[in-house]
């Protein structure tokens, strides 16, 4: 009997696992980000000057007057500044979110896989997180524990955390209960095996794309506490920082404020371009799959 | 009204998820007279639902007609404007879904998605329209159509659901209906009601009708002429009776020799029995299992009797193979999913080569667990996406035998020619695989734990027939080779009457029959595994008609589908020979024949002979 030989093989599927292709909104994105990694990375030995340095007697100089991008309201170089920010901006941001995820996803993929009292456990605690509104909750850390750069992402990570968690369990909770996954624990699987083997692989599109609006948000976020006066402290460069230390300026006609300004405004389009293109994606392999 | 349907030369293309188009339906044509019924039919991927979809001027998303026409009389359907494929659709032609379950919208009442059709091209008044909506019902056989066209779909059952969706087709006077496999996921007995529903309405109606299915023997008592596809092409067109009894193609008779049938005995045989029966402990033993879903608790009790499994008890032994069968919602996937341990029971005992089996996965040693494996259903999520075939088939060699590297390659590739799937398979991802071969790597990824037994899941209802007569010839060489038990989970009669020994007939979460296949299979028959067995079609014109004069009118309906779950036999409201004041009080007593041959039934065994 070998039926299969015929009409198996008509139908087997040549097509391999392509790379996606980019498109051209994804290709803008990268190259932002692109642009923002190198300048965060490189940012300090491309400056001119030292970001505390003043280095004029007047501010708020505009363009090519002092330095490349003119002066801030003390006189400072705003070019090397903008360039040391950058390093602070997305380091923060990036730390804070990575530290949210991982302890968002624990959460919610242990209360989604293993279920029970265990799950309304983590459900309920994220409850209670969420009921805090971000702002208020760190300003009540803030002002209990200070506003040193560790206590700031560990804030914006716990802000964080249980909103990934929600998310984490509710498309971990599709997963786990797929045939592949019941077949993992029927084989005696252990929890941690099942997570990382069986379902983080199947989350992973979904939450890049979480991922991706998370960290405009933590860059966002961090950004309004600096301009609160309660993120990084002057004279440390940080985008946010100097967004509110140059407002002033926009009255007398200077444009110090709107560089920082830009600069995460632009951060957060290019992540938004490539969020948008994993979220393309993962629509495209559904239709993909509907196809057959 | 009825006109002539032909569609000329229709190519159809498909985008792939690179953007490119190729084509899936070369150059077709096709005619449907006026009243006739016109069967495609073919394995999935044929081409047969977008071709039916044509005929209604309509291509799904990711799919474009490029070329022929289809018209209906004079009217040239692919170049209708919007306004004109509004009005044609539905007045013109209908079309009923294989899925009623997703094509009804569960928060409207019935008899308002039948009139839908009515409102939408403005026909009639209130009262007409409900008038009318009620005489269709009672057409196609609902029962008590006036009280149910009040009712929300979920409180009627599957097949009165998919009866309701024929009435929404048929509710306009189309001249032409497209029935999209419109019984493929109903049970049996289910199903000719249905059939019947639909042979009365097209005949009633008098419109034609374009009746898509896998499934010969379904079509042979619907259709008149039969069309047979195969990859986007028409193999082989002609009438019904002479197509099955004279095919002239290869493909055709391939496909006939694929159909399973339950053999014809009165007496005897079907399955050679093995030597050695009953010798020694079972290797598994299930007694008086009950399970449910939902926990009872002090605030909510839920009665024992309201369990979906109550008080079930089987044995498997070694190297046999036992099928478990019953219509849907039985609770035959929920006995798999006790013994695999996903699913502790509230009460009775599970025994595992002769010792006691915990109930919960996290009690069972590894080694415990190696013995039994689990083959799912869907072949489309039994594999995890993500993994390459290695990794699949693999992991249960490193579990179990701490298997690495280029020993557990080897093992691997092994376990593939077991399957009949060549060794570099290892290197793909199941996005790569047809639904038959996912469903041959879940088989080795099962065997590489080297089990005692396999508990299969229906493994074979995804499958096209003639690909699943492959998988199941392969199950019956393994089982051979490595003397394997497999619990065989299936509604499919003629599947299981070819490979098993031993058949557990499960009615309501309750065993009304078990016994050696020969004897199951043969009268005296349980009323239920006689309804169960009748209900298989056969591949033969007039079957139906045959069956509907011989059966008792009330067996087969069921109000809402629901049995009744008290201490009487569950099966007294279909059954033909119910004691009315005993079946509905007494639970039905345990009658023991030869061979362990049991039936549970209050009836003496000479009254279950015909």
């Known amino acids: ?292 | 009204m009825t006109q002539k349907l032909s569609i000329e030369n229709l190519v159809i293309e498909a985008k792939k998820p690179t953007g490119k188009w190729f084509e899936i339906i070369h150059g077709v044509s096709v005619t449907v007279k006026p009243g006739e019924v016109l069967a495609l039919i073919g394995e999935s991927g044929a081409g047969k639902s977008t071709l039916g979809l044509a005929a209604l001027g309509y291509s799904r998303p990711g799919t474009r007609i490029t070329g022929g026409n289809v018209r209906l009389g004079e009217m040239d359907i692919l170049n209708l404007t919007r306004p004109q494929i509004r009005d044609f659709r539905g007045r013109q032609v209908a079309y009923v879904a294989q899925s009623a379950y997703a094509a009804i919208n569960p928060a409207i009442v019935l008899g308002e998605q039948v009139a839908e059709g009515l409102l939408v091209h403005t026909i009639g008044n209130r009262a007409e329209r409900k008038r009318r909506v009620i005489k269709m019902m009672e057409i196609l056989d609902l029962p008590d159509a006036e009280n149910m066209a009040r009712q929300y779909p979920h409180q009627v059952s599957g097949g009165q659901q998919q009866r309701v969706m024929v009435a929404m087709a048929m509710i306009d006077k189309p001249g032409l209906i497209v029935f999209d496999e419109p019984t493929t996921a109903l049970d049996v007995t289910t199903q000719i009601e249905v059939l019947k529903a639909i042979k009365k309405g097209n005949r009633e109606k008098g419109n034609s009708a374009i009746y898509i299915s896998h499934d010969l023997s379904v079509v042979a008592q619907v259709a008149d002429r039969i069309v047979v596809l195969l990859d986007g092409r028409i193999v082989e067109i002609g009438n019904t009776p002479e197509l099955l009894a004279n095919p002239q193609e290869d493909y055709t008779r391939q496909l006939l020799g694929a159909v399973r049938q339950i053999p014809k005995v009165t007496t005897g045989k079907i399955y050679a029995p093995r030597t050695g029966e009953g010798a020694g402990p079972p290797l598994l033993e299930l007694k008086g299992i009950h399970a449910s879903y939902q926990r009872s608790t002090w605030l909510h009790p839920i009665p024992m009797n309201r369990n979906i499994l109550r008080g079930v008890s089987f044995q498997v032994e070694a190297g046999k193979i036992v099928a478990l069968v019953g219509e849907s919602g039985s609770g035959k996937s929920t006995i798999a999913r006790v013994i695999s341990g996903l699913l502790p029971p509230i009460s009775g005992e599970l025994r595992f080569q002769d010792k006691p089996l915990p109930a919960s996965i996290r009690q069972r040693p590894l080694d415990q667990l190696r013995r039994i494996q689990m083959v799912c259903q869907s072949p489309d999520t039994t594999l995890n996406p993500e993994q390459q075939i290695s990794e699949a088939i693999g992991r249960p060699l490193k579990l179990y035998f701490g298997l690495k590297n280029s020993q557990r390659r080897e093992r691997v590739e092994e376990l593939l020619s077991m399957v009949e799937l060549p060794g570099d398979y290892a290197d793909r991802y199941p996005s790569e695989l047809s639904g038959g071969e996912k469903q041959r790597v879940s088989l080795a990824r099962a065997f590489a734990a080297d089990p005692e037994v396999i508990l299969c899941d229906e493994i074979l209802s995804a499958l096209d027939t003639v690909v699943a007569s492959a998988v199941l010839e392969m199950l019956k060489n393994l089982q051979r080779k490595m003397g394997t038990a497999y619990l065989f989970i299936s509604h499919d009669l003629a599947t299981v009457a070819t490979i098993v020994d031993r058949v557990v007939v499960l009615y309501a979460g309750q065993v009304c029959e078990e016994g050696p296949a020969a004897k199951v299979f043969a009268p005296p028959y349980h009323p239920y595994t006689a309804l169960l067995i009748s209900s298989v079609p056969e591949l033969r014109t007039g079957w139906l008609e045959d069956v509907l004069a011989s059966r008792q009118a009330e067996t087969g309906i069921v109000h809402g589908g629901m049995a009744p779950r008290d201490n009487g036999c569950a099966f007294r409201t279909r059954c033909p020979l119910a004691i009315p004041g005993l079946c509905d009080l007494q639970p039905p007593g345990k009658k023991i024949l030869a061979n362990g041959h049991v039936v549970y039934c209050h009836r003496e065994i000479q009254e279950l002979s015909q």
């Not at chain 1, 002092?66 to 500044?81: H, M, N, V």
């Not at chain 1, 360039?83 to 919610?108: E, K, P, W």
């Open chain 1, 1 to 292: 009997m070998n039926f299969h030989a015929t009409t198996d093989k008509q139908k087997k599927k040549t097509r391999r696992r392509a790379r996606p292709r980019l498109t051209l909104a994804a290709k803008i994105g990268l190259i932002i980000l692109l642009l923002h990694g190198l300048v965060a990375i490189l940012g300090p030995v491309l400056a001119p000057e030292s970001p505390a340095e003043i280095v004029s007697d007047d501010s708020f100089l505009g363009v090519g007057e002092c330095g490349l991008l003119g002066s801030d309201y003390l006189g400072r170089d705003l070019y090397s500044r903008m360039l040391h920010g950058a390093r602070m901006t997305i380091g923060t941001a990036l730390i804070a979110t990575i530290a949210g995820f991982l302890i968002g996803m624990a959460l919610g993929f242990t209360g989604a896989e293993v279920g029970g009292w265990v799950d309304n456990a983590i459900s309920a605690f994220v409850d209670l997180l969420i009921s805090f509104p971000p702002i208020l909750l760190s300003l009540v850390v803030i002002v209990a524990l200070g506003n040193s750069l560790l206590v700031l992402v560990a804030t914006v990570a716990v802000i964080h955390a249980p909103r990934v968690a929600r998310v984490g369990r509710a498309i971990a909770m599709d997963v786990a209960t797929k045939d592949f996954v019941e077949v993992a624990r029927t084989r005696g699987e252990g929890l941690w095996s099942i997570l990382s083997r069986e379902i983080w692989p199947n989350t992973i599109r979904s939450l890049a794309a979480e991922f991706g609006l998370r960290l405009t948000f933590s860059i966002l976020f961090l950004s309004s506490l600096s301009f609160l006066g309660l993120g990084i402290q002057p004279p440390t460069a940080d985008w946010g920082v100097m967004v509110r230390e140059n407002m002033s300026g926009l009255l007398y006609g200077s444009g110090a404020a709107l560089f920082p300004a830009g600069a995460i405004a632009s951060i957060s389009v290019g992540i938004n371009l490539v969020v948008d293109w994993i979220v393309e994606q993962t629509g495209q392999e559904i239709s993909g799959e509907m196809l057959k």
